[in-house]
């Protein structure tokens, strides 16, 4: 099609700064999780928004912060290397938090890049008009920015005013996907995902960063239009174990009653739900261990 806009465009921010949240707005479906925990993004996805006249392929990416562990350097790394081949790059900023020296250091990191550079201030429900343009203001000296964006993806003001932005940066292009693909992600990836989201939700204090999802065996039986999905939940101590199954196995069920929900919804059809949890020592100290569970560059 002649005068198609196509191209890439990374969100790029702090931890808990609102990219997947975006993202989600973006797309119009539930693509990536979400929670308040940190590092809850820890896969470099890849959604699509096909238009007429573009076609927008958005990168979500772990939140870049000071690693602790293999994991953190790992998931580090993938949010940087999605910097390296982008038409656009996004610096996600949360108005309802002060510009400090992680939104710094990310944006020394996007000042690098060839890409062009829009700020995308985002979550501008919490704040008031005047707190919003003090955000702006400061987070504006953090690097030059072809494009200014406030957001709220919560409650979707100017979502459409951010894909104009992004359009308009885009380079005339080919179609990287067809019309009808939401994400990249492979299937299993997206059922773990959605699993780790309710953990995420239902567990507290050292747990969630501790919770790995790996889909063991995925089958459909297309006569009962039947998904039967068994899926190990990882963590690294036995009382973490404990937490997530809960007494009588009462919190391991409502795991699997939330997140069956989202896979109904994502399949098309009827989830069988098989949840195990086993306990994997210090997994996230293990790089090797990282990658087979597909966290950062794993997969």
């Known amino acids: 099609m002649s005068g198609l806009r196509s191209g890439f465009a990374v969100l790029l921010g702090r931890p808990n700064t609102g990219k997947s949240t975006l993202l989600n707005a973006v797309i ?67 108005a309802a938090q002060p510009v ?56 979707g003001f100017n979502v459409g005013g951010f894909v104009e932005s992004v359009v308009g940066l885009l380079p005339e292009g080919p179609r990287y996907f067809p019309k009808d693909m939401e994400t990249d992600q492979p299937v299993e990836v997206m059922i773990a995902e959605f699993v780790r989201e309710k953990v995420l939700r239902l567990t507290y204090d050292e747990v969630p960063h501790a919770v790995g999802v790996v889909v063991e065996d995925f089958e459909y039986d297309e006569d009962r239009d039947l998904a039967r999905v068994h899926a190990v939940i990882y963590v690294e101590r036995d009382s973490q174990k404990g937490i997530i199954v809960g007494k009588g196995g009462e919190r391991i069920k409502r795991i699997g009653t939330e997140a069956r929900k989202d896979l109904e919804r994502m399949l098309g059809s009827r989830v069988f739900l098989d949840l195990v949890v086993k306990v994997k020592r210090n997994w996230r100290r293990d790089a090797a261990q990282i990658r087979r569970f597909g966290y950062g560059e794993g997969l």
Not at 40 to 58: G, W
Not at 69 to 74: K, N, Q, R, S, Y
Not at 121 to 127: C, E, G, I
């Open 28 to 94: 119009g479906s539930k693509v990536a999780i979400t929670s308040d925990t940190p590092q809850t993004t820890r896969h470099r996805l890849r959604a699509v928004l096909d238009r007429s006249d573009a076609q927008v392929v958005l990168v979500d990416t772990p939140g870049l912060h000071k690693p602790i562990d293999a994991l953190g350097e790992e998931l580090n790394r993938s949010a940087l290397h999605a910097l390296s081949d982008v038409d656009v790059a996004c610096l996600v900023v949360d």
């Open 100 to 155: 400090g020296r992680g939104d710094e250091w990310v944006a020394r990191h996007l000042a690098a890049s060839s890409a062009r550079r829009i700020l995308v201030l985002t979550k501008l429900d919490l704040v008031g008009p005047e707190e919003a343009e003090l955000q702006i203001a400061k987070a504006k000296k953090l690097a030059e920015f072809d494009d200014v964006v406030g957001v709220s993806a919560a409650t």
